[in-house]
Antibody, heavy 124, light 107 residues
Framework: QEQLVESGGGLVQPGRSLRLSCVAS????????MYWVRQAPGKGLEWVAV????????YYADSVKGRFSISRDNSKNTVFLQMNNLRVEDTAVYYCARADQVPAAIAYYGLDVWGQGTTVTVSS | DIQLTQSPSFLSASVGDRVTITCRAS??????LAWYQQKPGKAPKLLIYAASTLQSGVPSRFSGSGSGTEFTLTISSLQPEDFATYYCQHLNSFPLPFGGGTKVDIK
């Protein structure tokens, strides 16, 4: 069974850091690009970051660029999101998701497997 | 950046109804579009990719169409388990935007 399980969320003060993890199982993790997508309370979905299957490329939303860093360890089937200098507006449920990586488009087949999400609350 | 606008934001429908949701792109995006379903407290679920290709395991009452700037998601006969929020997403240019969502509620 293809599965993603996030962890690392919690309550943190503004300006502090948090590291999210997402462990994959049931599929060939090193073959897929991995994404982080977030959802603020009562709001819609927002793409946060993506890392290529081999870690060679990383891209970020403007709202997190320079503060968040995505990385992966293919030997441990895990993708990370290091979040520094957190702001109140980063409060959200953070989902990791995978997408098949093909030349046709960045995520031609869509984000087809998602984790259950981990909640990050930034508040003083 | 490309922006996606969904309409309506909210719709009320009955079981058995045919439901259509529209997603408009601010510029042409070919067929690089996906549709997701999200239920409260749950992760999104991929329904359709490449604008019209049904994801494996998704019931055939769901269909997608469109190309360029206008896309539609149609549910041919609404079932009780279809009451949820639906999002479109552009798949080929950053920031990989999502539409604002359409909540389908019970009439």
């Amino acid at each position: 069974q293809e599965q993603l399980v996030e962890s690392g969320g919690g309550l943190v003060q503004p300006g502090r850091s948090l590291r999210l993890s997402c462990v994959a199982s049931g599929f060939s993790f090193s073959s897929y690009a991995m994404y982080w997508v977030r959802q603020a309370p009562g709001k819609g979905l927002e793409w946060v970051a993506v890392i290529w299957y081999d870690g060679s490329n990383k891209y970020y939303a403007d709202s997190v660029k320079g503060r968040f860093s995505i990385s992966r360890d293919n030997s441990k089937n895990t993708v990370f999101l290091q979040m520094n200098n957190l702001r109140v507006e980063d409060t959200a449920v953070y989902y990791c998701a995978r997408a098949d990586q093909v030349p046709a488009a960045i995520a031609y087949y869509g984000l087809d497997v998602w984790g259950q999400g981990t909640t990050v609350t930034v508040s003083s | 950046d490309i922006q996606l606008t969904q309409s309506p934001s909210f719709l009320s429908a009955s079981v058995g109804d045919r439901v259509t949701i529209t997603c408009r792109a601010s510029q042409g995006i070919n067929n690089f579009l996906a549709w997701y379903q999200q239920k409260p407290g749950k992760a999104p679920k991929l329904l359709i990719y490449a604008a019209s290709t049904l994801q494996s395991g998704v019931p055939s009452r769901f269909s997608g169409s469109g190309s360029g700037t206008e896309f539609t998601l149609t549910i041919s006969s609404l079932q009780p388990e279809d009451f949820a929020t639906y999002y479109c997403q552009h798949l080929n240019s950053f920031p990989l935007p999502f539409g604002g969502g359409t909540k389908v509620d019970i009439k």
